[in-house]
């Protein structure tokens, strides 16, 4: 039997959908967690979330370290790859943080806690057209 293959969203349209979704949490104090589940609307459309990570829910300042990483891939031409070569000076700047020994620690912290966190979504995402695409995609980022 033939299942019917998830339709592949080229990956700015999965970063639009990614931003309209809001993964991270703007909260600076949150529980240690390693498995969250959130349901809420957005545009009058349900969507569901569940995230596992090692080393707890993304959040503070992870939202702006995902923002510089942004930055960098558009700045870099936004390689077909999907790679990001960059120093953790220049990851500092994009992510507009202070540069001190704190902002390299929280750099580091985020992406550690970036990368062990994973998703999945259920319904939520949307076409370039606007009209949903109702299957489930799980994902995580990647830095090395």
């Known amino acids: 039997m033939y299942r019917k293959k998830p339709p592949q969203l080229p990956p700015l349209l999965t970063e639009r959908n990614l931003d309209r979704l809001g993964f991270f949490s703007i909260q600076t104090r949150l529980f240690a967690e390693s498995t969250w589940k959130s349901q809420f609307q957005v545009g009058g459309r349900m969507v569901v979330v569940h995230g596992e990570g090692t ?5 503070g300042a992870d939202t702006d370290i995902m923002l510089g990483l942004e930055q960098l891939f ?3 031409g936004s390689p077909e ?3 990001i070569h960059t120093t953790p000076n220049a990851l500092r700047e994009a992510a507009m ?7 390299f620690r929280r750099i580091r912290e985020g992406l550690l806690r970036i990368w062990a966190a994973g998703f999945i979504v259920r319904e939520g995402w949307v ?3 606007g009209r949903p695409v109702r299957f ?4 995580r980022h990647r830095n090395l």
């Open 55 to 59: 080393r707890g829910r993304p959040h």
């Open 74 to 76: 558009v700045a870099q």
């Open 81 to 83: 790859d999907n790679w």
């Open 97 to 103: 943080m202070t540069k001190n020994g704190r902002a």
């Open 127 to 129: 076409d370039p057209t």
């Open 136 to 139: 489930n995609a799980a994902f």
